[in-house]
């Protein structure tokens, strides 16, 4: 990708890395880390879900003995906004293979008290300890080479309509196929496809993974759909540490009833390997006429 | 389905009701109740853990202000046994449409102290308020009638080796295209399809559904590998309050990689509707030669 060429953010050294640090609060209190919400993570005013769960999974991978996570589970509560938070966590279980935590992502009302934002289950274990026996039959989703694919300087905005912070942090660049909402012509349907990298070139890892999950716009755009989409619930399993290189991300909706649609989120990197599966369930805009 | 004529067993009043109560352990304190694991729904040894995951989710119906579960995140710690249990519930968030709350699962250690088997993080929601808008692309799975495909009495078992107990209370005939590992020749495909029905004929309801989606013998069976593949995480989301008649259910394994599987499953009702999706991490079991 051109930007990686141009840039030479590192793993530990970059936006993103400095955006998602989490700091202890009490070195004689484990478990409860203090934490920025930074307004270059905003979608419109809000801010996005898969930063936040970098965020959290930062906490809970120095929490916790095991460094990667393995499949998160988050809940959100309430719509976080940029400022101060805290995140508590709990250790359930510690395992040789695996270990399970809890966290929990407050911010604070005017009067001081905290407000949960997210509530997260998740299990962590060794990326690097995992046989190498791989046995799937998926397929990397197809899509067109990066530079035919459409970034924001391409004119009719495949970002998100009225927001702009996060996508001069992420170097995104949609499948054609998948833009016709963008220019009024939704293609009707539930399908997302682009090629997703961190726009200082910083590499990907099993960290950025929890952000890449939710950081394309939503199936509902192309099913017609306007509006804001919250999630409900988003669980991302993390199935292999990504390859350098940019990543393949491919987003399918097959079910959008009773005002609730899932979205199905795959993770490809430049090795073919599947390095991160992601179901969210989200409450559908409501249709305008 | 044969069964359901026979048997009389309506939600309420059922085995799968009976075994699935929870009573409130201190009508003073809220959110505690007390449950029975029962041997009737082991595998092996173990509970199964879609029926724990149904007790769970009736506590949970109780203590939150909606009535139905639209997406349940579990996290299993330690293999339940039959016997007394105790689960915890917190309401962590309750809205117009939704409600979140946190459960877990205990059992006792000899001295006594609690062991915790599972944790949950759920949104509960009314699924007879939500609009019949239905916009799906997805199909329901290619099925051979209910008479053609093969159960527990039709010799090599699709039942779970080893098992009995859960397989005398539910009605599971298999695809025979899915159980050529009962016969040791395994398709090499990670797919497992069939018709579910709970043996006495009692209906499907949200709660039967939870249990529903972990029911079916493992993928991993037809991947060509025995043994047990326990569940590390399992995701439910419920779309649908399921139509009267025997449910259809497809579980497809895309990704085997580095020990870990996925298991999603897709449950559809008589009606042709996608009542439940799910999707769980497992961990493979070792190849043995």
Redesign the interface.
């Known amino acids: 990708m051109a930007q990686v060429a141009q840039e030479s953010a590192t793993i530990g050294d970059s936006e993103f890395d400095r955006d998602t640090a989490v700091t202890l609060r009490d070195p004689h209190v484990p478990g409860v880390y203090e934490a920025q919400l930074c307004a270059g993570w905003t979608i419109i005013s809000a801010v996005n879900g898969g930063y936040l769960l970098a965020l959290i999974g930062r906490a809970l991978g120095d929490a916790l003995p095991h460094p990667d996570p ?2 998160v ?1 988050a ?1 959100y ?2 719509p976080s906004v940029p400022g101060p938070a805290v995140i508590r966590t709990e250790t ?2 510690t395992g040789r ?2 270990s ?1 935590g ?1 966290a929990s992502l407050f911010q604070y009302a005017e009067d001081g008290t905290e407000v ?1 934002r997210i ?1 997260v ?3 962590y274990g060794d ?1 690097d300890a ?9 397929k990397p989703p197809t899509i067109p080479p990066y530079e035919h694919c459409l970034g924001p300087a391409d004119g009719p905005a495949p970002a998100i309509p009225g927001s702009s912070a996060i996508t001069d942090r992420l170097d995104i660049r949609l499948d054609p196929a998948t833009v016709g909402w963008a220019v009024g012509a939704p293609s009707g ?2 399908e997302m496809r682009g090629w997703f990298g961190l726009a200082d070139g910083r590499a990907a890892d099993p960290l950025s993974l929890l952000l890449t999950v939710d950081a394309l716009p939503p199936t509902s755009f192309e ?1 017609g759909l306007k509006g804001w989409t919250p999630t ?2 988003l ?1 991302t ?1 993390v ?2 540490r990504p390859a350098p290189g940019p990543l393949r991300v491919a987003i399918t ?8 649609l ?1 979205e199905d989120a795959e993770v490809w990197d430049s090795a073919d ?2 390095v991160a ?1 992601s ?1 969210q ?1 989200a ?1 559908a805009p409501l ?1 305008r006429n």
Chains 1, 2 share one sequence.
């Open positions: 393995f499949s589970s809940h509560l309430s359930l279980r293979t695996l399970t809890q949960e509530r289950l998740a299990a990326l995992l046989p190498d026996e791989v046995r799937t039959t998926a349907k539930g099913l409900v619930e669980t399993h199935r292999c909706t097959r079910n959008l009833a009773g005002g609730f899932e390997r599947l599966q179901r369930l409450k249709p």
